[in-house]
């Protein structure tokens, strides 16, 4: 095999170990604890861990903490259970930024006395009319030249809860006429006062991402700070608050191209949105594409790496077809998953020449895994076959039609060769049972001169079997870019994403599934246990995906 070649922040990385820049190359994830992981993090998880791991060193998980108003424990317990089932692990404990908020305010305090910040009394109309355009220089804020003294009395009020919200803000002293309006004096600190998951009621007043972001990599040695392009124009104001304060260490910030995938809205507001209106069953429905929904759907851990290694990571932003995820979790799945038979939409067979109660079948739990041993498959006088699996219509090439026909044979996998005699039909003509007779001798062996099967169906008994509900699902949104401009993501909804079977008859074997078991039911597709739904009375299978790969490339 060839080695890939490595991606532009690898080569950064090799580079800057060569020159001994670092010794040791530290990385970090670093959500906002603002809702669930979804497919896009996961990218950026694999990236971050990947590279430590690559080029031995450490990645830290640290909650961007920041903004009370949005955050919660529930978020920060489900993001770090997501990138433990991801396969990675931090270095040390779980970080958060607010655990640094003490020495933020220091920092602050720092640049108020060095005449770099000051407090400033514009409302946010003012505020926002001061800062200008792309096109137009900004305006220096009446409060601009304030004197240290009065700044560090009037950011102390600020912080002893003196003022309301909105009232007041501080803010860097840089340059209202850069071109860059992240530098036109930005916001480091607003009053908010609300409790926080961490720090309870101890501070009323909270910096901003800008303020806190580079700060928190610099306390924990990060060496590469990496994040999406959109951060590119804020890295000078990354730098300026490195170059500018008493930091004990200069991290660097980096940018990629964010994972955009189809007929996917990977946005953590917009998925919050279709969770607290009920659009879905909860941030870990089956067709989120949340890491959590992922993973009670049946997505194994490894499909989601494998997805992001053919991904790559490059500086263009791009939309990758979301087959290119299904066609992972199949490769993954295939060599995985145990074989298994259920019949969705049931015929009965009666087989009329089979007089024993119970004969017992086996079959290899996996066609190429002969250490995972033999399932047993209870054959009975009567069976269900899939109801698509059979027609009366006897002009159907072999070819076209490799199932049952009236007055033909088929295979029974693992089992028999049964032949389809009479039809048996209801008032409305249609057919409800099917009388077959099976040809002695049979299993396991070739048939008889004159027994030509057409092909090989799955099969399960009709009285000895698991009932099972089964849950199959389809593509969330039917609109290739459903937030695409100004499109409302809502209105590409689609009302089929979800199917249910209320009685589908499994295979015994079942009984024992386990939630993130997957399972290939032959010629159907792949299946796991919900871990929200099933229980012993009622086993709940999701369809995690179909057997067909339409991802052509
Ligand atoms: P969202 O836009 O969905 O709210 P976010 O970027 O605000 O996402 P964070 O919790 O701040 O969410 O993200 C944590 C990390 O994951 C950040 O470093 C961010 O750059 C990265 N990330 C988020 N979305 C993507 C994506 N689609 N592709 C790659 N990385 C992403
Ligand atoms: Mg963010
Ligand atoms: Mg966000």
């Known amino acids: 095999t060839v080695a890939k070649p490595q991606h532009f922040l690898a080569q950064i990385i090799s580079q800057d170990l060569a020159e001994k820049k670092h010794t040791k190359v530290i990385t970090r994830f670093p959500p906002e604890p603002n809702g669930y992981l979804h497919i896009g993090h996961a990218k950026s998880i694999c990236l971050n861990f990947g590279l430590a791991e690559e080029f031995g060193g450490e990645c830290n998980l640290r909650f961007d903490d920041t903004n009370p108003g949005k955050e919660d424990q529930e978020y920060v317990d489900a993001i770090a259970e997501d990138v433990r089932w991801l396969g990675f692990q931090w270095s040390g404990d779980i970080r958060y930024a607010s655990s640094y908020f003490d020495t933020f305010y220091e920092w602050a305090l720092h640049l108020i006395r060095a005449g770099k910040a000051y407090v400033c009394e514009l409302s946010p109309e003012q505020a926002r009319e001061y800062r200008g355009t792309l096109k137009e220089p900004g305006k220096d804020s009446p409060f601009r030249d304030r004197s240290v003294e009065e700044n560090l009395a009037e950011f102390e009020k600020m912080r002893a809860g003196e003022y309301d919200e909105g009232a007041c803000v501080l803010r860097a002293k840089i340059d209202m006429a850069a071109p860059n309006i992240n530098l036109r004096d930005p916001i480091l600190y607003r009053i908010r006062k609300l409790a926080h998951h961490q720090t309870g009621d101890k501070w009323c007043i909270y910096p901003t991402y800008d303020f806190a972001h580079g700060q928190e990599d610099a306390i924990e040695g990060i060496t590469h700070s990496i994040c999406t392009l959109e951060f590119a124009d804020h890295r000078p104001l990354y730098e300026w608050f490195i170059d500018n304060l008493p930091v004990p260490h200069k991290p660097r910030q980096y940018e990629f191209a964010r994972l955009e995938l189809n007929y996917t809205v990977t946005s953590k507001r917009k998925l919050k949105q279709l969770v607290d209106e009920g659009h879905v069953d909860g941030w870990n429905d089956p067709r989120m594409p949340t890491i959590s929904g992922m993973r009670r759907r ?256």
């Not at 799945?333 to 009329?352: E, F, G």
């Not at 190429?368 to 090439?397: A, H, Q, V, W, Y």
Request: proline share 6%; net charge negative.
């Open 298 to 553: 049946g997505y194994p851990a490894s499909a989601l790496r494998k997805f992001c290694d053919l991904i790559g990571v490059t500086k263009a932003a791009s939309t990758v077809d979301v087959g290119m995820l299904e066609f992972a979790v199949r490769d993954e799945l295939n060599d995985m998953a145990p074989r298994a038979m259920c019949v969705l939409n049931p015929l009965k067979v009666v087989i009329t020449n089979f007089n024993g109660a119970v004969e017992n079948m086996t079959q290899p739990v996996h066609p190429n895994k002969p250490e995972l041993g033999e399932r047993s498959l209870p054959f009975t006088r009567e069976i269900f076959i899939e109801r698509d699996d059979f027609t009366e219509d006897t002009s159907l090439s072999r070819k076209k039609f490799k199932r049952l026909v009236l007055g033909e044979w088929v295979r029974l996998r693992g089992a028999y060769i049964i032949k389809a005699e009479e039809a048996i039909k209801d008032e409305a003509g249609n057919t409800v049972e099917l009388r077959a007779s099976l040809v002695p001798d049979t299993v396991g062996a070739n048939p008889p001169e004159g027994v030509n099967p057409r092909g090989v169906i799955h099969w399960v008994s009709a009285t000895e079997n698991l009932p099972i509900e089964v849950r199959l699902y389809d593509r969330l949104f039917n609109d290739e870019a459903p937030d695409a401009g100004d499109k409302n993501f809502l209105d590409a909804l689609n009302p089929d994403s979800l199917v249910i079977i209320e009685r589908a008859y499994a295979e015994i074997s079942l009984a024992d599934a386990k939630p993130e078991q997957a399972y290939q039911f032959e010629r159907e597709g792949y299946f796991c246990v919900d871990s929200k739904y099933s229980s012993a009375e009622k086993p709940v299978f999701n369809r995690t995906i179909g057997l067909k790969d339409n991802w052509a490339n």
